[in-house]
């Protein structure tokens, strides 16, 4: 499986960005897709995740802010940003999860600052 991200950039605080993420390869009906976010200094954490059959799962910290959506027949994941921090600067990888194996796209890097 291989997974290519796009979306990111540099936002004012209190801007939205949207994330996207595509899988190709060999998908099986059956995956959960999410982003995960790693800043400077700190260790990788998720931010959100969503099954193929409708399932969420936020990071605290995102949640009322962000939101995770999906678009199953492209194999694409959405990330939709609102409401920006400068907390959130980091670089956001996306994640897709099938059978147990784990798969990373390249990150993007998100920046919020004025």
């Known amino acids: 499986v291989q997974l290519q991200a796009s979306g990111g950039g540099l936002v004012q605080p209190g801007g939205s960005l949207r994330l996207s993420c595509v899988a190709s ?4 009906s059956f ?7 790693q800043a400077p200094g700190n260790q990788r954490e998720l931010v959100a995740t969503r099954t193929s059959i409708g399932y969420t799962n936020y990071a605290d910290s995102v949640k009322g802010r962000f939101t995770i959506s999906r678009d199953n027949a492209k194999s694409t994941a ?12 980091a670089v956001y990888y996306c994640n897709y999860l099938q059978s147990g194996v784990n798969y990373w796209g390249q990150g993007t890097l998100v920046t919020v600052s004025s």
Do not use: H
């Open 25 to 28: 390869g060999n998908i099986f």
């Open 31 to 37: 995956n959960v897709m999410g982003w995960y976010r």
């Open 78 to 89: 959405y990330l939709q940003m609102n409401s920006l921090k400068p907390e959130d600067t």
